[in-house]
């Protein structure tokens, strides 16, 4: 048995990590501020004696004892969280990783990074391998999550260069599944939010734009296979298989069975206009691909946005997040 610090516990990657790890026998030790997590993604977890639960902010040096691997997933991640937590998303990309980096030096452990396909910015290279250093608006609206996310990479492997940290890099793309917040301003949640609410559905752009999206089983085992592997170059983990947001829209239509229309806006600054991901390295280096498309993940995922819609509707927390869509 393991045991194993996981930041950002109560975030919607976080906490399905925590029920892997779990899962797999392991003792774990969750961190999180509720920044932009929530308690109820781990509440299930409280009489589980194998769980603890530190609520700190990592930009504040702490020790959370021995640990054998760290999973550092602490970031706000949403277009809605990182446009509201601009400064908290810089300095928990920077100040954060680094000390959750002296923790991994302390204790020898091995610390695996959850950084983002927004290194590769709106990119002039599709589908976009590891190797692309990438095409990024340092200071747009997007930067203060990118920037963090680049930065984050930058100091992890000067880490591993002069520090001899054992390190793992992997980049995500646009992943969804139950826990998801409705209100994130992700195309997914916009979208069900939308359908399942009766509302119009909303296109930036001409929809013409393309994201890969991935379904939080496949990447939880993407992340774990890299952990257990001695790569320590970034790795792309996620779905392959591109859509237009246009054809995701009509694709949820058609599962809700929802009437809604779409409606054009204006495309958002700095948006990308393709998002693919190469996962060349992925399945030599990991044996790893996803098995879920997305019509079968959708299904899976509705359920837990009718609930959510139930709740936010009922405590009068249901927000607009046009223009917000990643």
Not at 61 to 78: K, L, T
Not at 95 to 104: H, K
Not at 138 to 154: C, L, M
Request: proline fraction near 6%; include cysteine; charged fraction near 20%.
């Amino acid at each position: 048995m393991l045991r194993v610090l996981v930041t950002g516990a109560a975030g919607f990657l976080g906490s399905h990590m925590v029920d892997a790890l779990l899962a797999e026998g392991n003792a774990v030790v969750g961190v999180d501020n509720f920044l932009t997590g929530d308690q109820r993604n781990i509440a299930h977890l409280t009489r589980d004696v194998r769980f603890e639960f530190l609520q700190h902010d990592i930009t504040q040096p702490f020790d959370p004892g021995r640990v054998d691997w760290i999973f550092n997933m602490a970031s706000p991640a949403s277009p809605m969280d990182y446009s509201a937590y601009g400064v908290e998303t810089l300095m928990v990309g920077s100040v954060g990783v680094r000390n959750v980096l002296e923790i991994a030096k302390k204790y020898s452990a091995r610390l695996l990074h959850t950084s983002t396909s927004e290194c590769y910015g709106d990119p002039l290279v599709h589908p976009q391998p590891e190797s692309y250093w990438g095409n990024v608006n340092p200071i747009g609206p997007r930067s203060v999550y990118d920037e963090s996310k680049r930065f984050a990479e930058a100091l992890i492997m000067a880490y591993h260069r002069y520090q001899k940290i054992d390190t793992r890099i992997v980049r995500i793309f646009n992943t969804y599944g139950p826990r998801l917040q409705a209100n994130d301003g992700r195309v997914i949640s916009n979208f069900l939010r939308q359908a399942l609410g009766g509302d119009d559905l909303t296109i930036y752009g001409d929809g013409s734009q393309t994201r890969s999206f991935c379904y939080v089983s496949d990447q939880i085992e993407g992340q774990l296979r890299l952990m257990h592997s001695s790569e320590h170059l970034p790795v792309n983990v996620g779905n392959p298989e591109e859509f237009t947001i246009l054809e995701c829209a009509q694709a949820i239509l058609a599962i809700t069975g929802a009437c809604s229309q779409l409606v054009f806006e204006p495309l958002p600054l700095d948006d990308p206009r393709q998002r693919r991901p190469d996962i060349t390295r992925a399945r030599e280096l990991l044996d790893w691909e996803p098995k879920i498309r997305l019509p079968e993940g959708i299904r899976l995922t509705i359920p837990w946005f009718k609930q959510e819609l139930e709740r936010l509707s009922a405590s009068g927390d249901l927000q607009d997040t046009s223009g917000m869509a990643a």
